[in-house]
């Protein structure tokens, strides 16, 4: 089993409307969790922390969290074009000398 | 604002060439990251180190080595390069963000060995 999942997609949402994005992770005990947004040939950058059950939210934004289901999830209103990418979700876990674990990411694309 | 730079966008090698990546981080962070990513494998672990001088040997380190002898900057070393080391490079580092660590990546490097 894989320590964090991620549906590879690809999600297609029209402008405007709202992608969710899902991922589960295995290990109880992981405290700490991140978003990541990778455009095609770039690197991966930082959008979203989340510590702490519940929502968080930045801008257009939202990351929420369930420990008890082990799931977090990003949520992107009023969809843009220039959202289209692979969002990558990644968690450091209890036992894993404080290194991340990425999952495999989400390719999403924004139809206009 | 967080800079992770790489010393090269993309960079081409021979097989058997010794290759350096060079990464340096103007944060004075104390830990950072080599990862490898490849289509349908995603990001993995090569080497990290938490100070100066320490290094720990990630997910796939064999063929790899590193040297960090300053705390900014961190390098990767191919020894011998090979044709399955043809990959992107991704160096990283992270610092404290009063709850958990934040982990930034500089822009990659695309190497291809022929």
């Known amino acids: 089993q894989k320590e964090v999942e991620q549906n590879s997609g690809p999600l297609s949402v029209p402008e405007g409307a709202i992608a969710s994005l899902n991922c589960t992770y295995s290990?109880?005990?992981?405290?700490?969790f991140f978003w990541y947004r990778q455009y095609s040939g770039k690197s991966p950058e930082l959008i979203m922390s989340?510590?702490?059950?519940g929502d968080k939210e930045d801008g257009r934004f939202t990351a929420q969290l369930n420990k008890a289901s082990q799931y977090v999830s990003l949520l992107i209103r009023d969809s843009q074009p220039s959202d289209s990418a692979t969002y990558l979700c990644?968690?450091?876990?209890?036992?894993?000398?404080?290194?991340?674990?990425f999952g495999s990411g989400t390719q999403l694309t924004v139809l206009p | 604002d967080v800079k992770v730079t790489q010393s090269s966008r993309y960079l081409v090698k021979r097989t058997g060439e010794k290759v350096f990546l060079e990464c340096v981080q103007d944060?004075?962070?104390?830990?950072m990251f080599w990862y490898r990513q490849d289509p349908g494998l995603g990001l993995r672990l090569i080497y990290f180190?938490?100070?100066?001088?320490?290094?720990e040997k990630g997910d796939i380190p064999e063929g790899y080595s590193v040297s960090r002898e300053k705390k900014e900057r961190f390098s990767l070393i191919l020894e011998s390069a090979s044709t399955n080391q043809t990959s992107m490079y991704l160096c990283?580092?992270?610092?404290?963000?009063?709850?958990?660590?934040?982990?930034?990546f500089g822009p990659g490097t695309r190497l291809t060995v022929t």
């Open positions: 990283a580092s992270r610092a404290w963000a009063g709850y958990s660590y934040e982990q930034y």
């Open positions: 290990d109880r005990g992981s405290q700490s």
């Open positions: 989340i510590y702490s059950n």
């Open positions: 990644a968690v450091i876990a209890s036992g894993s000398a404080r290194q991340l674990t």
């Open positions: 944060m004075d962070h104390e830990n």
């Open positions: 180190s938490y100070d100066v001088k320490m290094k």
